[in-house]
């Protein structure tokens, strides 16, 4: 029996839904226009005002923001209201300089929470239920998104953050956590390491884990339902968009429902901007339609996927996107860290190496790993040879600093790295993320 934290929304009508969002987009719109100046610019430079959005249908009208316009805006300049009525910021994993600032007013966090709630209880959750939050507390969004949302489902709520896995295993056990929250790489090395502590899922009460902020397959679902002996859900969110909790999945298990009444998706395509019909595969974008402290309209995610309205098992009538299945932009993500090849190379230059290197991503035993080959000039290459480790860990350390993840650096001689004949390949992931 399915069971929903809102049903009145979850399982709203699509013309219920529809009135909301036509209601809250148009509310939303004049709000941006009369605060934030720097979209105020971007509809003025498209000709567009406020008047001209009456409902969801003109939503293509409106201009698009990106990545880019964060990094401009930065920090203040998407603030949709006082900064005094804001109340937590957060902010995205592993950038270089200008980060991604994100403002939360008390009514944003409270919605956030509630989508989250909503994903806890459609993964089975009740307050009769101990959920052990294993995402990392602090600028990132999972921790404390997955927390309210657990405390508002009436969870016994276990604080844990990420890392120290003994502890985990022990409080898991000790404590009877019965739903698990934490990155899908985590939960496999979770896993892991109690198969060698010897502690099977007999010994444990988890029945469920919800898991996401970085892309699974299939295949490791099913490993981390029987290392763990749950059922596995998938979570989606951004950080620009509110954090986890955007998207979340039901006991289908085929796609994540998306909170519409607060974030009205469209997909694109990635080149043209042009908008495609429900079924077409391309990049998704979020209109935030009551979000105050950092409303964000038209955001481009550079998430690839496709939208659907079939009609679910579950009874959920909000509309379901697939997983991920890519990005438009060359970002990867590793062991949940967002890296750019870019913030490599700027590294490679600032310490005075050539450009001429090769990023090899792999999964190996559930976990992420960043090999990086530069080649040494063959002045370097006379020079420097002797001392090739302590460059070695130099570089290393370098890229950690910009990262925030610890790669392993080879250097190599000239002219060693094959070359392309066309644009250069930089990097090669090897995990196969994306089935
Ligand atoms: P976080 O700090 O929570 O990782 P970011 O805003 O830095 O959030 O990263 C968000 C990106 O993480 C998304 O745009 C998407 O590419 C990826 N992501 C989040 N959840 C999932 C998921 N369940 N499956 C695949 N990718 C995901
Ligand atoms: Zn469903």
Redesign the pocket.
């Known amino acids: 029996m399915a069971n929903y934290f809102q049903p009145e929304v979850e399982c709203a009508s699509h013309e219920e839904i529809r009135a909301i969002q036509n209601e809250k987009l148009v509310k939303q719109v004049k709000r941006v226009y009369e605060n934030v100046e720097y979209y105020r610019n971007l509809m003025n430079e498209k000709g567009v005002t406020p008047d001209d959005i009456k409902s969801i249908d003109d939503l293509h009208k409106l201009p698009f923001l990106t990545k880019a316009d964060l990094r401009d805006a930065y920090p203040y300049g998407l603030l949709g209201t006082d900064l005094k009525n804001c109340v937590r910021i957060h902010s995205?994993?592993g950038t270089t300089g200008r980060r991604?600032v994100a403002f939360y007013t008390q009514k944003d966090i409270e919605l956030w929470e509630d989508c989250c709630a909503r994903a806890i209880v459609a993964a089975g959750g009740n307050d009769e239920d101990v959920c052990q939050v294993a995402y990392g507390y602090g600028l990132?969004?999972?921790g404390f998104g997955i927390n309210g949302g657990s405390q508002k489902v009436g969870c016994l709520t276990l604080p844990m953050s990420s890392g120290n896995t003994e502890r985990q295993i022990q409080f898991m056990q000790d404590l009877h956590a019965t739903i698990l929250c934490c990155t899908p790489s985590y939960a496999a090395y979770l896993g892991e390491s109690m198969k060698e502590m010897g502690i099977t899922p007999d010994d444990i009460d988890l029945k469920a884990g919800i898991?996401?902020?970085?892309?699974?397959t299939e295949e490791m679902r099913r490993d981390i339902e029987k290392s763990l002996g749950i059922k596995a859900y998938?979570?989606?969110?951004?950080?620009?968009s509110t954090?986890?909790g955007v998207a979340f999945e039901c006991e289908e298990q085929s796609g994540?429902h998306i909170n519409e009444d607060h974030f009205l998706a469209e997909i694109i395509d990635p080149e043209t901007g042009e908008v495609l019909p429900e079924g077409s595969k391309g990049e998704l974008v979020f209109t935030n339609l009551d979000k105050e402290g950092f409303p964000l309209i038209r955001y481009r995610?550079?998430?690839i996927c496709i939208l659907s309205r079939k009609k679910c098992s579950c009874g959920r009538t909000l509309i379901k996107m697939t997983?991920?299945m890519g990005?438009s932009d060359d970002?990867l993500?590793i062991r949940?860290v967002?890296v750019f090849p870019s913030q490599i190379e700027a590294v490679l230059i600032k310490s005075g190496y050539s450009v001429n290197y090769l990023i090899e991503v792999d999964r190996v035993n559930n976990t992420d790993t960043l090999d990086v080959s530069v080649e040494l000039t063959p002045e370097q290459f006379s020079d420097r040879v002797r001392d090739l480790a302590a460059q070695e860990k130099m570089l290393a350390n370098n890229m950690k600093i910009m990262l925030g993840i610890n790669p392993k650096v080879h250097l190599v001689a000239p002219k060693s790295i094959t070359r392309s004949e066309g644009k250069a390949v930089r990097v090669i992931d090897k995990r196969k993320l994306h089935d």
């Open positions: 995205t994993s991604v990132f969004t999972g898991f996401g902020a970085e892309p699974w998938d979570i989606y969110g951004l950080t620009e954090g986890p994540m995610t550079r998430d997983k991920p990005r970002m993500i949940g967002n």
